[in-house]
């Protein structure tokens, strides 16, 4: 059984900066492909940020709108996910969730993910 568990999300305005984590337990985290995904009322969810297995060198995969903002990373020690949130927008407003890729390669694939956290609030304020 796997359990991922965000926090660290809140109300913020924009222009500054989040850091979310995601605790997980149950099978090898190392052994897995990451990713953060978020859904803003009215929208799909959508792919924000994703790591891929720490063996095959932890590539790091982004959306265009966070590039450049937004930093993915894992502990292995630590069986934890960070999300590492900065420059924030009112449009980055969401639920944000993380998920357990099937595989070692992170994509930006919905499906891809099998296991998904309860999802923690971020709200910008402009």
């Known amino acids: 059984q796997v359990q991922l568990v965000e926090s660290g999300g809140g109300l913020v305005q924009a222009g500054g900066s989040l850091r979310l984590s995601c605790a997980a337990s149950?099978?090898?985290?190392?052994?897995?492909?990451m990713a953060w995904f978020r859904q803003a009322p009215g929208k799909e969810r959508e792919f924000v940020a994703g790591i891929s297995f720490s063996w095959s060198g932890g590539h790091t995969y982004y959306t265009d709108s966070v590039k450049g903002r937004f930093t993915i990373s894992r502990d292995n020690a630590k069986n934890t996910l960070y999300l590492q949130m900065n420059s924030l927008k009112s449009e980055d407003t969401a639920v944000y969730y993380c998920?357990?890729?099937?595989?070692?390669?992170?994509?930006?694939?919905?499906?891809?993910?099998?296991?998904w956290g309860q999802g923690t609030q971020v709200t910008v304020s402009s």
């Open positions: 998920a357990r890729a099937g595989g070692i390669i992170a994509t930006m694939e919905f499906h891809d993910y099998d296991y």
């Open positions: 149950g099978r090898p985290f190392s052994m897995y492909a």
